[in-house]
């Protein structure tokens, strides 16, 4: 569950610079650099608790998980670079 766990800490650091979870890093359907599978991750994270995450990564394969864990490392480094 580490590929869960990281998404879930970076999501919660970029809410707390950006103060929400922008669409392009859940929303499939909206223009981004975010990876369908961290996407995925970071759609069942949303919500009273973060639950969501682990089990939608329970459901994913290695190449998935992967791919989840580079887009949240991209994703968190762009964000501490641009937001400093």
């Known amino acids: ?8 800490l970076a999501c919660g650091a970029i809410i707390e610079l ?12 909206v223009p981004g650099a975010a990876g ?4 995925r991750l970071a759609r069942g ?4 608790t973060t ?6 990564c329970e459901l994913m394969t ?3 998980r992967r791919g989840a864990a580079n887009t949240t490392l991209d994703t968190l480094v762009g964000y501490r670079v641009t937001r400093p």
């Open 1 to 8: 569950m580490t590929t869960a766990r990281l998404v879930e």
């Open 62 to 64: 290695t190449p998935e």
């Open 36 to 39: 369908p599978e961290f996407r």
């Open 18 to 29: 950006v103060r929400e979870m922008p669409s392009a890093l859940t929303d499939p359907g």
């Open 45 to 48: 994270g949303q919500g009273a």
């Open 51 to 56: 639950d969501g995450v682990y089990r939608a």
